[in-house]
């Protein structure tokens, strides 16, 4: 499950997650666009707080960069 998924069943904005988070909204959104990958900690933190295990995400920018 891509984070965009994970944030809207877990009925979340970005505005939300990042309060929940505290990672910053403009950061969620560089995630779910695949322009930045996250952190081992910043995937562990976005994960727990949208209700999911640490490795429950699947991250788009590390898939990218596996397939090039």
Same mark, same amino acid.
């Given at each position: 499950m891509l984070l965009r998924e994970?944030? !809207?069943? +877990?009925?979340? @904005?970005? !505005?939300?997650?990042?309060?929940?988070?505290?990672? @910053?909204a403009r950061q969620i959104y560089d995630i779910e666009h695949a322009l930045? @990958?996250?952190?081992? &900690?910043?995937?562990?933190?976005? +994960?727990? &707080?949208v209700g999911l295990p640490r490795d429950g995400i699947a991250w788009p920018a590390q898939a990218a960069r596996k397939a090039a």
């Open positions: 994970a944030r !809207e069943r +877990a009925g979340l @904005s970005r !505005e939300g997650l990042a309060r929940r988070s505290g990672v @910053s930045c @990958s996250p952190r081992r &900690a910043t995937r562990a933190v976005l +994960a727990v &707080a």
